[in-house]
């Protein structure tokens, strides 16, 4: 493969995107801040990357992978890419941040390109990527993105990426709040949850949060529904089924649901 791909953050989803990389072909390099990961991510088949200046100077196409806002912002100066490299911005960020570090890029291509369907969906390379830029640099970063993803879809401009995941996120949490409502309802009523699951599965109320159930948790339920806030505020926005399910999000967070877990 022409492009040296590097990785910069080796957790859940990082981690199996890095091995889908490695497995395709690609020169892989990753660096996480927890220095443990370094054997999971050598046993994938990728080079363990000492720091981001060992990703910035070696790599063509840089996948950032890490948790917030803040730390993509934070590590963009470490990495001191070089220019003509792509710059793609994987974590749930608010879109202005990308923007900025589009247009502050001193010759790299900054771009965003946003998952979609979950863990599994990483373990499985069959990830929904929304990729946002130049269309020149999106066409260049597709391979790469295909190694992990069954579909790509490019959704516009830097940042674009940003606003499809976070109506991704949107209709997520607001299904998967609306299941566990719907089967802890059920159940005070005697019905099996499972067996009712399975049926809404084949009903007009399917949805993929029904039907990953038991395997989620709202974990980044209350970090994604912020970044939808402030993106409704800014563009002037009422987004009040958004703003109740952020406030459910934020009662449930702690729990994994499981099906002995209804009502509770």
């Known amino acids: 493969m022409s492009e040296t791909i590097g990785v910069v953050g080796a957790g859940r989803m990082g981690l199996p995107i890095i091995g889908h990389l490695a497995r395709k072909g690609f020169k892989t390099l990753a660096t996480d801040v927890n220095a443990a990961k370094r054997a999971d991510v050598e046993q994938r088949g990728a080079q363990w990357a000492g720091d981001l200046a060992a990703i910035g100077s070696q790599c063509t196409v840089i996948l950032v992978c890490v948790g917030f806002d803040h730390e993509v912002v934070e590590l963009f100066p470490g990495l001191a890419a070089r220019p003509g ?102 159940k005070r009523y005697g019905l099996d949850p499972e067996r009712l699951r399975q049926a809404l599965a084949m009903s007009s109320a399917a949805n993929d949060a029904l039907a990953k159930w038991g395997t989620q948790t709202m974990a980044w339920a209350e970090d994604d529904m912020a970044i939808v806030a402030r993106m409704a505020a800014e563009s002037g926005i009422a987004l009040p089924q958004a703003a109740l399910n952020r406030e459910l999000c934020r009662a449930l967070k702690p729990r994994r649901y499981k099906l002995d877990e209804y009502g509770r």
């Open 85 to 186: 490299t792509i710059v793609a911005v994987m974590s749930t960020v608010h879109p202005a941040t990308v923007q900025r570090l589009a247009r502050e890029a001193n010759g790299v291509h900054v771009v965003d390109s946003t998952v979609c369907r979950g863990g599994r969906a990483a373990d499985e390379g069959t990830l929904l990527s929304f990729v946002g830029g130049p269309d020149e640099v999106v066409a260049r970063l597709t391979p790469v993105v295909r190694a992990y993803s069954s579909d790509v879809v490019h959704s516009g401009e830097a940042g674009s990426a940003q606003v499809a995941k976070a109506a991704n996120n949107l209709i997520l949490w607001a299904c998967l709040v609306a299941d566990h409502e719907a089967l802890a309802l059920a």
